[in-house]
């Protein structure tokens, strides 16, 4: 994975510990999650923390070398992109038959083979988290669990009105959600590396 350097902290990071800014025609500073966007990249610390002090010191004019609009709401538009970003793949995931839905299902392929990660709705149930967790446990020696989004966001992606359980298999399709899901639950200070869950 390449490696950029924070315009703020000055760290030289992997692109899944950062999150590219761009500037738009109008001379706008905007989160470009993706790193698709034309032009020369600006890199913050996947970290709210870092990208405020960004803000407040003016590091994205003095990296750009020039003058450029900051939002005053630049963390709030970057932790709904990089959500997004998550989310859109989920969708994509489920159309492609790689993304298993509902509690019976989960169980279910968690019986017979380790998926490459469980997403659990934050605002779902714990005592249904904790059983998947727990065979998780038991039969794999555990799986990553992503818990950064509601029931509504989950079901939203897949077209219904809400959804608690979900297990992504193995591909490149889940290797690019973890990359987003990662960043974004690290730009919440919610990613713990040292157990590989994610909480929201």
């Known amino acids: 994975m390449r490696t950029r350097k924070c315009i703020q902290s000055g760290e030289i990071l992997p692109e899944a510990k950062l ?18 966007a034309p032009g020369r990249g600006l890199w913050v610390c996947a970290d709210r923390s870092v990208l405020e002090a960004a803000i407040k010191k003016r590091s994205f004019a003095r990296a750009a070398k ?10 709030a538009r970057t932790e709904e992109a990089l959500a997004r970003a998550a ?19 989960v169980r279910g392929v968690l019986q017979n083979r380790r998926p490459a990660c469980l997403v659990e709705a934050s605002d ?22 992503v818990t950064a989004f509601t029931q ?13 359980h979900m297990a992504l298999l193995p591909g490149g399709l889940a290797e690019q959600f973890m990359f987003h899901a990662e960043r974004l639950c690290a730009f919440r200070l919610l990613f713990s590396g040292d157990t590989g869950d994610m909480r929201s």
């Open 152 to 164: 509504r966001q989950m079901g939203a992606c897949i077209g219904r009105a809400e959804s608690t």
């Open 19 to 36: 999150v590219r800014f761009a500037i738009a025609p109008d001379d706008t500073v905007v989160p470009d999650v993706k790193a698709r």
């Open 124 to 145: 779902g149930a714990e005592d249904g988290r904790r059983k998947l967790a727990a065979l998780a446990d038991g039969k794999w020696g555990g799986v990553p669990m």
């Open 87 to 105: 989310l859109d793949l989920l969708g994509l995931a489920k159309r492609s038959g790689e993304l298993l839905c509902g509690f019976d299902q």
């Open 66 to 75: 020039a003058k450029v609009q900051v939002p005053d709401d630049l963390p």
